[in-house]
């Protein structure tokens, strides 16, 4: 299915997936679950269920042959159809060809610097989103992959060669805790760390802060640690905040002033540039 | 003198809210309107009484241009005879050599609307650069609280200067909304520079982004920002500024054809009239150019001034004539709309264009509307809460700004987050002036200084003058009007 990738949604312009003004394309399904996931409706495909469509009131969603048709005129975007989805999916996800993704771009296209795919998970489409790039890169765009690393980037060939640079998320050091948060081993994630920092193609690495929750302080720790050998890479520190996230977690953000100490950590292990969010 | 006018002066002078500059200004206009306004034909005089030509209330007896832009490189090069003051040898020099010629700089505010291309100006004497940012700090203080309108404009760019990064770090810094600035944006400006100054702008509301590349076609490479945004040239400026309302001709307009063939082409003939009778008398009757060293030091020159037609309503015109009452094809969304826009745009362009005033020469120009405007969007924009989504409203924008050399100029607010981005906000510019837009102001939506229409303001300072206090600019009185009138506040803003 290399000609069609199911697509969550596309913002047309982004300031914060990457450098520059950038057009982000949400792609559906992710093999992580994450229990702080901000868009957990990105997480499945839909089954069909239909349970969503008796729900919408603006009758935007009715039922189909092939399963759930979603009309985006009639659409209010309240989001209840998410909200009752039992399977963490989206019913208005759509299979869109390259040039379907680039059309719906035209208008943005004047004022962006490039592309960024996320998720879900981007590289679940690897071979769809290596022809999206190409067509980037024809456009005179960059083309950016903001990943969660769950499937190596080694056995990726056409995809790496033509990304111009990912983003990656370690969510923790610890391999037991990174089951306990993603349900999945961080091994393949950590070895993404590697093997992008070594091909110069990681623009920055990203961790999620929430206290109570993770050991924050050995991930950023060794994080830090290993980005001292790469000045070039970015951190980034996000700030866990509650929104979107089902069931909701029973803990609070984390306070500026955590978020501080954390990033002199950070350089004290000598992380070149850290942001915080 | 009428009981009118007595009252009139009666209620200025006690007015508590005016401090005393503001009521010397606002006594000078009710004496510059006690004589009839410049006679018109009775067909101009139609428009004119329906409010669909408007002098933009400059005064009855215009007695100086609306906007001097004076050669303020010459003045540096020089000095002033007129002003015994010699070209200046340090900073100190010249910033003070600059804030006296302020002084005799008039326009239709109290004071300049025009201060140089200051980083331009400055950026020779800048030797030590503690000392320059001392100066320059008294020297952008000095115009913050004694020209106090935020109509007074500088300009820095497009070269990367030690000037110019002080200014724009001090800017940020000081947060104060005079003066009024634009960055003049060409592909020499290095994205370093840039970025800077789209960080500045974002805590600050300014500098705009000026699209060198288009109003240096239309004017050469000698030309300012004025005011809000008018381009106007170095050397002269403009004689007066004219506003069509095209909101009030749809109102007198039955139908499409009406406008385009008969309404339209009546009223501008009218707008020309005004405009050409009224700076006749500038230059006739009031001899401003004679008496003053302005011209005798060769600062400014009959030639260089122009005459600008503005307009609003371009937005509720199009809507009211074609009856669109649909979202999704209104002005800013619907195809049939935008045609006609650039229909209507196109056959004023052409018509100004081929106009022959007695002095100078028309250009158009986006008026950024007046305080008491009702329901009327200024020049061609998209009204507040009905703009598109951000690509296509950058589209259609750079599209209806093309023939406004005279100046024009749209803004958006972007979200806190840009701030950790410049390059985002840069991408975005250089897009839409590729696109033909020419001027691009952007704000923070948290900011405290933030641009109404096309002028600065602080958040804070409105609050305060709502409550009753009087307050030291001239615009935070606008701006009350503008916030209440135009929902200013309540403008779509962008993340990105």
């Given at each position: 299915?290399c000609k069609y990738g199911?697509?969550?949604?596309i913002?047309?312009?982004s300031?914060?997936d990457?450098p520059?003004?950038?057009?982000?394309?949400?792609?559906?399904?992710?093999?992580?679950?994450?229990?702080y996931c901000h868009n957990?409706?990105?997480?499945?495909l839909?089954t069909?269920?239909?349970v969503c469509?008796?729900?919408?009131?603006?009758?935007?969603?009715?039922?189909?042959?092939k399963?759930v048709?979603?009309n985006?005129e009639?659409?209010?975007?309240?989001?209840?159809?998410?909200?009752?989805?039992p399977s963490?999916?989206?019913?208005?996800?759509?299979w869109?060809s390259?040039?379907?993704?680039?059309?719906?771009l035209?208008?943005?296209?004047?004022?962006?610097?490039g592309?960024?795919?996320?998720?879900?998970?981007c590289t679940?489409?690897?071979?769809f989103a290596?022809?999206?790039f190409?067509r980037?890169?024809e456009?005179g765009?960059?083309?950016f992959?903001?990943t969660n690393?769950q499937l190596?980037?080694?056995e990726?060939?056409?995809?790496?060669?033509v990304?111009d640079?990912?983003m990656l998320?370690?969510?923790?050091?610890?391999d037991?805790?990174?089951?306990?948060?993603t349900?999945?081993?961080?091994?393949i994630?950590l070895d993404?760390?590697?093997y992008?920092?070594?091909?110069?193609?990681?623009?920055?690495?990203?961790?999620?802060i929430?206290?109570?929750?993770?050991n924050?302080?050995?991930t950023?720790e060794?994080?830090?640690?290993?980005l001292?050998?790469?000045?070039?890479?970015?951190?980034k520190?996000?700030k866990?905040r509650?929104?979107?996230?089902r069931p909701?977690?029973?803990?609070?953000?984390p306070s500026?002033?955590y978020?501080?100490q954390?990033?002199?950590?950070?350089?004290?292990n000598?992380a070149?540039?850290v942001?915080l969010t | 003198?009428t009981e009118?006018m007595?009252?009139?002066?009666?209620?200025?002078?006690?007015?508590p809210k005016?401090?005393?500059p503001?009521?010397l200004?606002?006594?000078a206009k009710?004496?510059e309107?006690?004589?009839?306004?410049?006679?018109?034909s009775e067909?101009a005089?139609?428009?004119?009484?329906?409010?669909?030509?408007f002098?933009?209330?400059?005064?009855?007896?215009?007695?100086?241009?609306?906007?001097?832009?004076p050669d303020?490189?010459k003045?540096?090069?020089?000095?002033?005879?007129f002003?015994m003051?010699?070209?200046p040898k340090d900073?100190?020099?010249a910033?003070?050599?600059?804030?006296?010629l302020?002084?005799?700089?008039?326009s239709?505010?109290?004071?300049?609307?025009?201060?140089g291309?200051i980083?331009?100006?400055l950026d020779?004497f800048?030797k030590d650069?503690?000392?320059?940012?001392h100066?320059?700090?008294l020297?952008?203080?000095h115009?913050?609280?004694?020209?106090?309108?935020?109509?007074?404009?500088?300009?820095?760019?497009?070269?990367?200067?030690r000037?110019?990064r002080?200014?724009?770090e001090?800017?940020?810094e000081?947060?104060?909304?005079v003066?009024?600035?634009?960055?003049?944006?060409?592909e020499?400006t290095?994205?370093d520079?840039?970025?800077k100054?789209?960080g500045?702008?974002?805590?600050?509301?300014?500098?705009?982004f000026?699209n060198?590349?288009?109003?240096?076609?239309d004017?050469g490479s000698?030309?300012?920002?004025v005011?809000?945004y008018?381009?106007?040239?170095v050397?002269?400026?403009g004689?007066?500024?004219?506003?069509?309302?095209?909101k009030k001709?749809?109102d007198?307009?039955?139908s499409p054809e009406q406008?385009?063939?008969?309404?339209?082409?009546?009223?501008?003939?009218?707008q020309?009239?005004?405009?050409?009778?009224r700076?006749?008398?500038?230059?006739?009757?009031s001899?401003?150019?004679?008496?003053?060293?302005?011209?005798?030091?060769?600062?400014?020159?009959?030639d260089?001034?122009?005459?600008?037609?503005g307009?609003?309503?371009?937005?509720e015109?199009?809507?009211?004539v074609l009856?669109l009452?649909?979202?999704?094809?209104?002005?800013g969304?619907?195809?049939q709309?935008e045609?006609?826009?650039?229909e209507?745009?196109?056959?004023?362009h052409?018509?100004v264009?081929?106009?022959?005033?007695?002095?100078?020469k028309f250009?158009?120009?986006?008026q950024?509307?007046?305080?008491?405007?009702l329901?009327?969007?200024?020049?061609?924009?998209?009204?507040?809460g009905?703009e598109?989504?951000?690509?296509?409203?950058?589209?259609?924008?750079?599209?209806t700004?093309?023939?406004?050399?005279?100046g024009?100029g749209?803004?958006?607010?972007?979200?806190?987050?840009a701030?950790?981005?410049?390059?985002?906000?840069?991408?975005?510019i250089?897009g839409?002036?590729a696109?033909?837009?020419?001027?691009?102001?952007?704000?923070?939506?948290?900011?405290d200084?933030?641009?109404v229409?096309?002028?600065?303001?602080?958040?804070?300072d409105?609050?305060?003058?709502d409550a009753?206090e009087?307050?030291?600019?001239?615009?935070?009185?606008l701006?009350?009007?503008?916030s209440?009138g135009?929902?200013?506040?309540e403008r779509s803003?962008?993340?990105?």
């Amino acid at each position: 299915m290399c000609k069609y990738g199911l697509v969550n949604r596309i913002i047309p312009f982004s300031c914060v997936d990457g450098p520059g003004n950038r057009s982000a394309v949400f792609f559906q399904g992710c093999e992580f679950r994450c229990a702080y996931c901000h868009n957990p409706e990105t997480q499945n495909l839909c089954t069909s269920c239909g349970v969503c469509v008796s729900q919408c009131p603006t009758k935007a969603l009715t039922m189909g042959d092939k399963g759930v048709l979603w009309n985006s005129e009639l659409c209010c975007s309240c989001d209840q159809c998410l909200n009752v989805c039992p399977s963490h999916s989206s019913p208005k996800a759509r299979w869109m060809s390259v040039d379907d993704i680039f059309q719906e771009l035209q208008g943005a296209l004047p004022f962006i610097t490039g592309i960024t795919i996320s998720g879900g998970e981007c590289t679940q489409y690897h071979q769809f989103a290596a022809k999206l790039f190409d067509r980037a890169h024809e456009l005179g765009k960059t083309a950016f992959c903001d990943t969660n690393g769950q499937l190596p980037f080694r056995e990726m060939p056409e995809l790496t060669a033509v990304m111009d640079m990912a983003m990656l998320d370690v969510k923790a050091w610890n391999d037991e805790r990174h089951r306990e948060l993603t349900g999945k081993s961080n091994r393949i994630v950590l070895d993404n760390l590697n093997y992008l920092s070594e091909i110069g193609k990681l623009y920055e690495v990203r961790t999620v802060i929430v206290p109570g929750l993770l050991n924050n302080e050995e991930t950023v720790e060794q994080v830090s640690r290993h980005l001292a050998h790469y000045p070039e890479i970015r951190y980034k520190l996000i700030k866990y905040r509650p929104w979107g996230v089902r069931p909701p977690l029973e803990v609070q953000p984390p306070s500026d002033q955590y978020m501080e100490q954390l990033r002199t950590l950070a350089c004290e292990n000598g992380a070149n540039e850290v942001v915080l969010t | 003198m009428t009981e009118n006018m007595e009252a009139k002066v009666k209620e200025i002078m006690e007015d508590p809210k005016l401090t005393y500059p503001q009521r010397l200004i606002e006594l000078a206009k009710a004496a510059e309107n006690l004589p009839d306004p410049v006679a018109l034909s009775e067909e101009a005089q139609w428009f004119v009484d329906r409010d669909i030509v408007f002098d933009m209330g400059e005064g009855n007896a215009p007695y100086r241009p609306r906007y001097v832009v004076p050669d303020y490189d010459k003045f540096m090069k020089q000095g002033s005879k007129f002003l015994m003051l010699d070209p200046p040898k340090d900073i100190w020099d010249a910033v003070s050599n600059l804030l006296i010629l302020y002084r005799f700089v008039p326009s239709v505010i109290a004071g300049p609307v025009y201060v140089g291309h200051i980083d331009r100006l400055l950026d020779p004497f800048v030797k030590d650069e503690e000392e320059a940012r001392h100066a320059i700090r008294l020297f952008l203080t000095h115009i913050d609280r004694t020209i106090s309108d935020s109509f007074c404009h500088a300009n820095i760019g497009p070269y990367d200067t030690r000037a110019g990064r002080i200014i724009l770090e001090l800017s940020a810094e000081m947060q104060r909304p005079v003066p009024n600035m634009s960055m003049i944006y060409n592909e020499h400006t290095p994205d370093d520079f840039a970025k800077k100054a789209i960080g500045t702008g974002l805590i600050t509301a300014k500098p705009s982004f000026v699209n060198d590349a288009m109003y240096t076609a239309d004017w050469g490479s000698n030309y300012a920002i004025v005011s809000c945004y008018n381009a106007l040239p170095v050397g002269g400026g403009g004689l007066t500024l004219g506003r069509l309302n095209l909101k009030k001709l749809a109102d007198v307009t039955e139908s499409p054809e009406q406008l385009l063939n008969d309404l339209l082409p009546r009223a501008v003939a009218a707008q020309c009239e005004q405009m050409d009778k009224r700076d006749t008398y500038i230059l006739e009757n009031s001899h401003f150019l004679e008496n003053t060293f302005l011209t005798e030091e060769g600062l400014i020159q009959k030639d260089r001034f122009v005459g600008m037609f503005g307009l609003v309503g371009l937005a509720e015109c199009v809507n009211q004539v074609l009856h669109l009452t649909d979202p999704k094809e209104r002005y800013g969304h619907g195809k049939q709309a935008e045609e006609f826009a650039l229909e209507i745009l196109e056959r004023i362009h052409s018509q100004v264009e081929a106009y022959k005033p007695k002095y100078g020469k028309f250009a158009l120009h986006g008026q950024v509307g007046i305080s008491t405007d009702l329901g009327v969007t200024p020049n061609t924009r998209v009204p507040v809460g009905e703009e598109p989504p951000l690509p296509e409203h950058l589209l259609i924008t750079a599209k209806t700004q093309k023939h406004f050399a005279a100046g024009i100029g749209e803004l958006f607010p972007f979200e806190e987050t840009a701030k950790k981005n410049p390059q985002a906000v840069l991408d975005i510019i250089k897009g839409a002036f590729a696109e033909g837009m020419r001027y691009f102001s952007f704000y923070s939506s948290n900011s405290d200084v933030i641009r109404v229409t096309g002028y600065l303001v602080k958040r804070s300072d409105i609050e305060k003058y709502d409550a009753g206090e009087a307050c030291i600019g001239n615009s935070t009185v606008l701006g009350s009007g503008a916030s209440k009138g135009l929902h200013i506040f309540e403008r779509s803003v962008r993340s990105v």
